[in-house]
């Protein structure tokens, strides 16, 4: 076989990754057998029985993977008593309410990302062209600040996935909602689940805020109302959910500092009296915020506090959480009977879309008639010895019908960015970066090489970098680390069987799209524009060298709506490979080897000539082996979040 192949063969002969990551296959075998005892079964998981609601009742959203925590009916003290607080929170009455859900958290970048992406919203800040600062004494226009550059024009959200979302208006935050099916709270709404239903000061109870409760204005800001004592970590806004001391007696979180939240009330004078479900007043020139914010004082942090704003003004110290009354509970949770093709959710941990695939048959592997046609394009395109085709081919057949119970699995590839939030959170580090390096194709030599340096957060060596491509696959990533994120983020990587019926569906398609030939608008794969080597396509242009952003082929969905799964990265499923397993593979729910040398990768990349990106292609790889064209993508069976 020529040298110039060997990129693409180095992702099917395991013993040139063995020898390249320093590790026998015995050794590696003995590696895997420590950290993967049994891949867990798909099996449908039945939901759990219906618990009474209560305090400590949660969902979450299938819509943004948002916890919301249940409110009870019921009376709470809305307002200050006269000599406590400003005139605004006068007169403190009793409210009764009924039963709610609300958000445990503010409104993540990530999740209005998840929503901007899917309806092409665009926010007031950015249809203006700026939105505004405080600096102690006055509001400052900063012109290209917007929700994606909360700080101006050079600003971005790189490493805020998890804060809250700023720079919204009230008209952004009631959008964001109604696409959640949710609402902004009433004020009413906002209050109880903020200080419950004995009137107390703070979300935590009546002392004095502490660094370990809240993000307001400390020693990291500079206002003359600063508080130079106390640290809470954090200049300005804070990942949602750090102050776990300073939840509220329904467990809500965040809900005094970090960003003021817009409600859905028009601001206006408390009327005397008790109320029911009140809805503040019927118009207004401005709507209410609560909450206070990193740049709050003390004061402005209590429960009771209100400020009130032009409903299509956005600044960088205000956002948002979402509410749900109880009789709209249904909407957030479909019934699993109800589920089927074109059913998602998103998860909570990385809000990465997941879809769903229904139990069934499908046919999997590579049948006969197939196997001649796909064999000559092995030899044509890239020149290889017929033996070297049966031996790329060998082991997707025989072709057999299988059994699946439902489950899920990732609309696309986990992200640079999702994986940037696994490693913030757990401090994890890859195996490339444990052993400093990884494997990078060399345009030159088109050839793989070991790279000093190459990582996760380099994925093509020093002097690359991901800060531009935070929404393309994460690569240089080893099965081990690929486990890793998928078990923090609750789910688990897809058995073989699972990721291939995901692709192709039930009838056998050669492409998650169809039979159709590979063309640049459904994949990314070896292009034109990676024509320096003979097996690329150069008729055709996916418009990427490398990596693409995941999701930039809608045209190559599969039959379950799942994209990229052909092309752009390789990834990793949890199977140990064999060659023979198709020949006695269980007929429901199969799970692989028990044990073996290699794992399994599907789905080609964007080094691959077209009949390379095939869905019953599987290859045999070193656990331990990362290089820039491989990834993953997680799977969880049948349950909800």
């Known amino acids: 076989m020529n040298q110039k192949h060997l990129f693409f063969t180095v992702l099917l002969i395991a013993s040139v990754i063995v020898s390249g990551c320093g590790l026998s296959a015995g050794q590696a075998a003995t590696m895997t057998a420590a950290v993967w005892t049994a891949t867990p079964s798909p099996t449908a998981i039945p939901p759990p029985p219906v618990q009474p609601l209560g305090i400590g009742s949660t969902q979450v959203s299938t819509k943004d993977g948002m916890t919301m925590v249940y409110v009870l009916a019921g009376d709470f003290l809305m307002g200050s008593p006269e000599g406590e607080g400003d005139d605004r929170e006068h007169p403190q ?15 993540t970048n990530a999740m209005f990302a998840v929503f901007v992406n899917n309806s092409n919203y665009l926010t007031d800040a950015e249809n203006a062209g700026y939105s ?60 109880k689940a903020a200080r419950g239903t004995e009137g107390q000061e703070y979300p ?22 600063s508080d130079k004592i106390l640290n809470d970590g954090y200049k300005d806004t804070a990942p949602v959910g750090s102050y776990p001391d300073g939840k ?53 942090i209590r429960a009771a506090n209100r400020v009130a704003g032009y409903p299509s003004v956005a600044n ?55 196997t001649a046609a796909i064999f000559q394009q092995c030899i ?9 085709c049966e031996g790329l081919i060998g082991p997707e057949k025989p072709n057999h019908i299988l059994w699946l119970d439902a489950f899920w699995i990732d609309q696309t590839e986990v992200t640079n960015a999702m994986f940037a939030r696994f490693v913030d959170q757990t401090n994890y580090e890859t195996d490339a970066e444990r052993e400093g390096f990884g494997i990078v194709f060399n345009e030159s030599s088109k050839e793989p090489e070991s790279t000093d340096g190459a990582d996760w957060r380099q994925p093509r060596g020093p002097g690359s970098s991901v800060d531009s491509l935070q929404q393309h696959p994460v690569v240089q990533v080893s099965w081990y680390d690929a486990s890793a994120y998928c078990e923090w983020a609750g789910r688990r990587l897809p058995t073989e069987a699972e990721w291939e019926k ?12 169809g039979e159709v030939k590979p ?61 023979i397993y198709y020949s006695n593979s269980p007929a429901r729910n199969p799970i692989g080897p028990d044990s073996g040398d290699n794992r399994v990768l599907h789905g080609g990349s964007w080094s691959h000539p077209s009949w390379g990106v095939r869905a019953s292609n599987r290859l045999s790889f070193n656990p331990l082996g990362r290089l820039d064209n491989i990834g993953f993508r997680c799977a969880i069976s049948q349950k909800k979040y």
């Not at 809240?214 to 109302?225: C, E, L, P, R």
């Not at 110290?317 to 109800?338: M, V």
């Not at 044509?380 to 070297?388: H, L, W």
Request: aromatic residues 14%; negative net charge.
């Open 380 to 388: 044509n395109v890239n020149d290889y010895a017929q033996s070297d």
């Open 204 to 225: 935590w109870g009546d002392t004095s805020p502490t660094g370990n409760l809240v993000n307001f204005a400390d020693i990291n800001t500079t206002y003359s109302w």
């Open 519 to 579: 063309a640049g608008n459904l994949l990314n794969f070896a292009d034109r524009n990676f024509d320096f080597v003979d097996w690329a396509d150069t008729m055709t242009d996916d418009g990427y060298r490398y990596t693409a952003p995941v999701g930039s082929y809608p045209d190559g969905v599969s039959p379950y709506e799942a994209l990229d799964m052909g092309g752009n990265v390789y990834e990793w499923v949890a199977d140990w490979f064999s060659e």
């Open 502 to 513: 995901a692709a192709r569906g039930t009838d056998g398609r050669t492409y998650p799209w």
């Open 132 to 191: 505004y600062a405080y600096n102690g004494s006055e509001w400052l226009e900063i012109q290209g600040a917007d929700w994606q550059h909360p700080q101006g024009p050079t600003s971005s959200l790189y490493g805020l996935e998890d804060h809250p979302v700023v720079n919204v208006s009230w008209n952004d935050a009631q959008a964001y909602c109604e696409w959640a099916e949710r609402s902004l709270p009433t004020e009413a709404e906002w209050e």
């Open 93 to 107: 009455r009793t409210v009764y309410l009924d039963a709610y859900w609300i958000d445990q958290t503010e409104v």
């Open 248 to 300: 509220s007696p329904y467990g809500a979180l965040d809900m005094a500092g970090n960003v003021y939240e817009w409600v859905i009330d028009w601001d206006g004078v408390y009327p005397s009296g008790s109320a029911t479900n009140p809805q503040g007043p019927s118009t207004g020139e401005y709507r209410v915020l609560r909450g206070g914010s990193w740049d709050s004082s003390a004061k402005n």
């Open 316 to 370: 960088d110290n205000s956002g948002f959480r979402c509410a749900l009354s109880l009789h709209s509970i249904s909407n957030l949770q479909t019934p699993i009977q109800a589920l089927g093709i074109g059913s998602t959710q998103v998860s909570p941990k990385d809000s990465m879309t997941i879809v769903y695939v229904p139990e069934g048959e499908f046919e999997m592997g590579l049948d006969e008639a197939d």
